[in-house]
């Protein structure tokens, strides 16, 4: 069964930039497409951005587009969200899944951007 492990998170003040790492156990990685989800406290999980199987169609929420990418290595079986103009707003642990959601979902990693 394959396993996810996000990695990257932290504390950042505003205008900051992150890159979130997702590794995931497991040989179907490359045949998954892939997406990155956050929950901020008190609200439900929503999708963030997602990726194509090998890596050349992209999706973006509104609220991210054009300061958030979504990329992947699927030699390293790895997907990545690098985040850039990080805000307040972007607070929040962020998991990794396949799009179909037959993967179960990792333990997260937590972003706070605070001043």
């Known amino acids: 069964q394959v396993q996810l492990v996000e990695s990257g998170g932290g504390l950042v003040q505003p205008g900051a930039s992150l890159r979130l790492s997702c590794a995931a156990s497991?040989?179907?990685?490359?045949?998954?497409?892939m997406s990155w989800y956050r929950q901020a406290p008190g609200k439900k999980r929503e999708l963030v951005a997602s990726?194509?199987?090998?890596?050349?169609?992209?999706g973006y929420a509104d609220a991210v587009k054009g300061r958030f990418t979504i990329f992947r290595d699927n030699g390293k079986s790895s997907l990545y969200l690098q985040m850039n103009s990080l805000q307040f707003e972007d607070t929040g642990v962020y998991y990794c899944?396949?799009?179909?959601?037959?993967?179960?979902w990792g333990q997260g990693t937590q972003v706070t951007v605070s001043s």
């Open positions: 497991g040989s179907i990685f490359s045949g998954s497409a």
């Open positions: 990726i194509s199987t090998g890596g050349d169609n992209t």
């Open positions: 899944r396949d799009v179909i959601g037959a993967f179960p």
